[in-house]
């Protein structure tokens, strides 16, 4: 069973921020439903400028830029349409759905770190131009919370929305996605990488000081049942994390199969999670299976005497581990 972490994929759905454009202030009672939103005919380059205006002040703060992508583009448009056409303002529509699920109706992958900015200016009339863009820049950036958004790490691409109504005003939307940053790391801690030789190891002293503090012996790394844990791991271009290749045991190498009285199986994921196999994503997953009841009995069972391992790593944000626990006869 795997356990799909959603990690940092909602977006910021607490109001912040006063002012002319009201950054996320709602006035839906002071407001008709319109008939039909109307987009910008020059929303290409008001896009452009609007990521021009992003990147410079990540640039600021030594963030690596961000590039248009066409998916956030269309999760962004649709979403300051639906505010605009059913006369709400927030991060969920009425329905329930999130900035994730717009990214992923759109096309997106669920393990990509997502998120969103809204903008309403109920006083500002067509057109639209460069200067409302910057200004709505401005709003979001004086919001911690939205400016947290556009100066988070592990983006790497950008979309933007905007639709008005010389009665209804404006809405602006804003989204990010990107592979995200690992998810067991503090705040200031730098991601150790590790190489693939180094992954085992670590994660058996990991694992091992845990059953030291329960009175349970160490296992022994295992490359035998590591092989097995390679073997099941889902295809990396799928998007799916349903484990292949059958069998534990029909996994491990031929003459190794008669050492092992057993074999249990434990498994999980995590999106937005980032690029790289970290020390930090062995400690998390550490703590989801501890957290797990059932997993935390096969991972402490004190008759466990091998451990394999593997950690996929998707490159896009999508992280899967696999530990398989061996019963020596």
């Not at 911690?144 to 983006?155: D, S, T």
Request: with cysteine.
């Amino acid at each position: 069973m795997f356990d799909a972490v959603r990690i940092h994929m909602a977006g910021i759905r607490r109001a912040a921020g006063r002012g002319r454009l009201a950054v996320a202030m709602v006035a839906a009672a002071l407001v008709a439903v319109p008939a039909a939103a109307q987009t910008p005919n020059d929303l290409d380059q008001l896009r452009q400028r609007a990521l021009e205006l992003v990147n410079a002040a990540r640039q600021q703060h030594g963030l690596s830029p961000l590039r248009l992508g066409d998916t956030l583009n269309e999760a962004a448009q649709r979403h300051a349409d639906d505010m605009f056409k059913r006369n709400y303002y927030a991060h969920a529509s009425p329905e329930g759905n999130d900035v994730q699920d717009r990214y992923i109706a759109a096309g997106g992958s669920r393990w990509r770190l997502v998120a969103e900015n809204i903008a309403r200016c109920a006083g500002c009339r067509p057109p639209a131009t460069t200067g409302t863009v910057e200004q709505l820049q401005q709003g979001w950036m004086n919001s911690p919370h939205h400016r947290e958004n556009i100066l988070r790490e592990g983006l790497d691409r950008f979309g933007y929305g905007l639709v008005h109504d010389r009665e209804q005003g404006l809405y602006g939307v804003q989204t990010f996605a990107g592979p995200g940053t690992p998810r067991g790391s503090a705040p200031d801690e730098t991601p150790e990488v590790l190489a693939e030789d180094e992954v085992l190891p670590r994660m058996a002293e990991l694992i091992n000081s845990a059953r030291k503090a329960k009175g349970a012996p160490p296992l022994q790394p295992s490359s035998a049942l590591s092989e097995a844990a390679v073997a099941m791991m889902p295809p990396k271009s799928s998007d799916g994390i349903d484990l292949t290749g059958g069998d534990a045991f029909e996994n491990v190498p031929a003459d190794q199969r008669r050492s092992f009285r057993s074999i249990g199986v434990i498994a999980g994921a995590c999106g937005g999670c980032g690029r790289e196999p970290t020390v930090a994503d062995l400690r998390a997953f550490r703590r989801q299976w501890l957290d797990n009841p059932q997993y935390q009995q096969r991972l402490l069972d004190p008759d466990r005497t091998d451990l394999g391992f593997a950690l996929q790593v998707d490159g896009r944000g999508r992280k899967v581990a696999l530990a398989v626990l061996g019963t020596r006869r």
